[in-house]
């Protein structure tokens, strides 16, 4: 069964930091980009970022750039997304996905077929 699981999510006070991982099945991963995007209550998800199969290409949303970095280990077949100070607008739920290979973009939530369940980050000011 294919399956992504995010963990790491929970509260922090602005200007702090939190590891998010998502740990894939075998299926899920090989051979894909992996994002992460997040949606906030009332609002659309959005992307936040994206890392090659090789690791060696990222993107990133411009709200994250300089704060977030995602990285993945192959041999674990898991991502990562570091969050450094955060803000209280970072408030959100946050999914992994991988990419199905075709599609609008990989900013766009349309390119990617598997997606975790979600874990809660929560900024208080």
């Known amino acids: 069964q294919v399956q992504l699981v995010e963990s790491g999510g929970g509260l922090v006070q602005a200007g702090g930091s939190l590891r998010l991982s998502c740990a894939a099945s075998?299926?899920?991963?090989?051979?894909?980009?992996m994002a992460w995007f997040r949606q906030a209550p009332g609002k659309a998800r959005e992307f936040v970022a994206t890392?090659?199969?090789?690791?060696?290409?990222?993107y990133y949303a411009d709200s994250v750039k300089g704060r977030f970095t995602i990285s993945r280990d192959n041999a674990k077949n898991t991502v990562y997304l570091q969050m450094n100070s955060l803000k209280p607008e970072d408030t959100a739920v946050y999914y992994c996905?991988?990419?199905?290979?075709?599609?609008?973009?990989?900013?766009?939530?349309?390119?990617?077929?598997?997606w975790g369940q979600g874990t809660q980050v929560t900024v208080s000011s």
């Open positions: 996905a991988a990419d199905r290979g075709y599609g609008p973009g990989l900013n766009s939530p349309r390119q990617y077929d598997y």
């Open positions: 890392i090659s199969w090789g690791g060696s290409t990222t």
């Open positions: 075998g299926r899920a991963f090989n051979n894909r980009a």
